[in-house]
DNA sequence: TGGTCTATCTATAATAC
DNA sequence: TGTATTATAGATAGACC
């Protein structure tokens, strides 16, 4: 739909390749709101340039619940998740060689020594960023487990308690069956602490 | 783009409905496969139909790291424009605008263009490997913090089963002293856990 | 980038099978 | 539902600003 047909493989022409992606996203996005609309179905649109910047659309206003369902029915489909995810993420191991490279890349540019400079500046900003954004996550979630898991110590204590209560009633009841005549006289009587009543009938 | 122009609101008949969810389905999977050949970029679409049926395209074998990639950003930004924009980056008010101050330094750098190329490569694969560690710290904190909440969920149910247990002992006894024809004898009796010994003297 | 203009290509509404 | 046809609306390539 344009001047000439093209041909769909990567546009070579970075320029081109840039205008095209605009238009076009601009055109995906709309034709997902469309269909969304006309059809009355829930779609979500996530588009990632190279450059890692972000698009999307939902036709909810949260396409965070759209993504729960689509991994809800991924997770019905298939139960191997745990192989998976194994795989996935076995890419960590060149992190290293990475970075390394990296720093190699920024030796050799070194012909303008201020620009590149700035860029280490930069990159080392971008890189406190995003550090400084990950450990206040870390942090209020490690928070949240931290106060999850004494709020699991107190019940634990508390069911024990219990526990033991019921326990001593039980052999309370035992004991008292043995010690009195009362051979029909019904079993249990449970006291507790707060009524030191208890002995007032003596 | 049919034998006549629609309104874009929702379409009243069913069938009608339906037959352009097809067709317009089929077209959006084909434009969001097109632009992410062409323009060379990661694309995910969901759809999820009245019926609950499922329809998807990712320009990846892997629509799941797309999304991941997704979510990351949005943390980030939601967590960036929480705190801490006010402290830290002192000459950049928001992130985009550091990013985009990056971009142009490393534009002005394009004298030697492969190297440049070659580092917005590396920076990318530094930023997915980066975005992927937290996304999959994120997921392992949400998981345990998830089966910390189910814990605690178990035990308040346990705790309340054991107190009703003791308030059924409790009532149990009245019944049983009401039946008793002592009627000096004191009423609540109750006793507590560590002192069973209380009844010895009976 | 981001918008405008056209010629042209593509998607699809209506229809029928 | 899926497929095919056809007339038409809509998207967009190329160009320029």
Chains 1, 2 share one sequence.
Do not use: W
């Not at 009355?40 to 909810?60: P, Q, T, Y």
């Not at 206003?61 to 029915?73: A, K, V």
């Not at 993420?89 to 490279?101: A, K, N, P, V």
């Not at 860029?119 to 900003?125: C, Y």
């Amino acid at each position: 739909m344009g001047r000439r047909k093209v041909e769909i493989k990567r546009i070579q022409d970075k320029n081109c390749r840039q205008v095209a992606f605009c238009k076009r996203r601009k055109g995906l996005l709309k034709k997902a709101k469309e269909i969304s609309v006309l059809c009355d179905v829930d779609v979500a649109v996530v588009i990632i340039s190279n450059r890692g910047r972000l698009h999307e659309f939902s036709s909810n206003n949260s396409l965070t619940e759209i993504l729960q369902r689509y991994e809800s029915h991924v997770e019905a489909e298939k139960e191997n998740s745990a192989e998976i995810q194994h795989s996935k993420y076995s890419g960590f191991t060149t992190m290293g060689e990475l970075l390394q490279t990296t720093e190699r890349q920024l030796e050799e540019t070194n012909d303008d020594g201020l620009a590149v400079t700035d860029l280490i500046h930069l990159e080392n900003e971008l890189q406190t960023a995003l550090i400084q954004v990950r450990s206040r996550k870390t942090h209020l979630l490690l928070e949240s487990a931290k106060g999850l898991h004494e709020k699991e110590k107190l019940l634990q204590e508390e069911k024990k308690h219990l526990e033991d209560n019921i326990a001593s009633i039980k052999k309370n009841r035992e004991v008292n069956e043995m010690s009195t005549d009362f051979a029909d006289f019904p079993a249990p009587h449970i006291i507790c602490g707060q009524q030191r009543m208890t002995l007032n009938f003596l």
